[in-house]
């Protein structure tokens, strides 16, 4: 029963190089999400996607790319990495009917960009 | 816009005291607030939501008290112990929005003293 997992949990990458995020959850849940978590800054929504195939845009899509062409995975790419892509990035999912309370978090990514 | 802040980035408190973390906000027009509970290395976790049209909700051991007229909310936490050692941080979200809607405070650290 691992629920929701994200990999790597830790990577370290240079300026310019393509990086991708992966997020599994075994619930079947119908969203996901991807935030970045920064100092100083509350979690802040990147993309989302309400079932495979369907994606949209969150606060701070900027220089990502998702897709989601199976439910249970939504793999988070930086097509070109840059220094203010360094964060925290955590994928989460949630049923269709679910709200705000019924959304799962995983573990995190820590992402640094040299 | 929407903004949700901490008052206090942290907070020590004596093993079974009670704790008060509080938050502001800025739109009148959000109707809906979650606080979560976020330990070292883990994702965030749902502790409690409450409504605009509540004063105060409460689950085991936590409270949330929403005052609209200041645009303030609490968290309240009973006989503190030294699991509730963690970061605490709300989110709201105003009425006429969706996930890409929720602002989400930079977080208050809670440290437990034995």
């Known amino acids: 029963d691992a629920g929701i997992t994200q990999s790597p949990r830790y990577k370290i990458t240079e300026t310019g190089r393509q990086v991708t995020l992966m997020c599994h959850q075994t619930w079947s849940h119908s969203y996901m999400f991807w935030y970045r978590q920064d100092l100083g800054h509350g979690l802040r929504l990147i993309y989302y996607s309400a079932a495979a195939d369907i994606t949209d845009k969150g606060e701070v899509p900027d220089g990502y790319v998702v897709s989601r062409s199976k439910t249970e995975n939504f793999p988070l790419t930086l097509e070109s990495a840059t220094r203010s892509q360094t964060s925290v990035y955590f994928c989460?999912?949630?049923?269709?009917?679910?709200?705000?309370?019924?959304?799962?978090f995983g573990p995190g990514t820590r992402l640094t960009v040299l | 816009g929407e903004s949700v802040g901490l008052h206090l980035p942290t907070l020590s408190v004596q093993e079974g005291d009670n704790s008060i973390i509080n938050c502001a906000y800025s739109n009148s027009a959000s109707d809906y607030f979650i606080w979560y509970k976020q330990e070292s290395g883990k994702g965030p976790q749902f502790i409690i939501d409450?409504?605009?049209?509540?004063d105060k909700r409460q689950g085991q051991r936590v409270t949330v008290l929403l005052n609209k007229t200041v645009k303030h909310l609490s968290l309240q936490i009973a006989a503190t112990q030294p699991g509730d050692s963690a970061v605490y941080f709300c989110?709201?979200?105003?009425?006429?929005?969706?996930?890409?809607?929720?602002?989400f405070g930079t977080g208050t650290k809670l440290q437990v003293i034995p």
């Open positions: 989110a709201g979200r105003p009425n006429s929005g969706g996930y890409q809607k929720v602002t």
């Open positions: 989460a999912s949630s049923s269709l009917a679910g709200g705000l309370h019924e959304q799962f």
């Open positions: 409450i409504r605009s049209n509540m």
